[in-house]
């Protein structure tokens, strides 16, 4: 199968410092965020993508890399890629969040090492690497500066469809 960009969708998210749930996945906004990435993968899914590009970070990008995983199980055709921005990216993780890391970056078709060693700048060239590969760009964005919204940016200039989850901060009730 070819891995071209126009059947690629890659995906920019907030870190754990950023959401408001923090490292707590079972929060109830969290879980919500979860339920709408599976979503916009499937509909992206229903648009003819089929290689979906996770830049593996905490917090929202290993949330996007989970359900491109399950929806490669639903879906035989589908690639998922890692796309690592240096060797050393999960290593001053705490413990559990590098076994998890580990284990997504084992279940994806692909992995791709953006730079060979740490520098300022890898994680950037990381995420014009995601943005680089694919058309669709879905982002779990609060508008805050930062690389997401570096990524979200440099997806504009380029021209990539954007599909916008915005971050819930408030209490879920009200939605």
Known sequence: MMRGRQSACCFTGHRPSKLPWGYREEDARCLALKARMMDAVEAAYAEGYRHFLCGMAQGCDLYFCQCALALRQQHPDV???AAIPCPTQADAWPAEQRRQYQKLVEACDFETLVSQRYTS????????????????LIAAFDGSAGGTRYTVEYAMRRGLEIVDLPIVTGDLTNI
């Open 79 to 81: 690639t998922v890629e």
């Open 121 to 136: 700048s890898c994680m950037q060239r990381r995420d014009r690497y995601l943005v680089d590969h694919a058309s669709l």
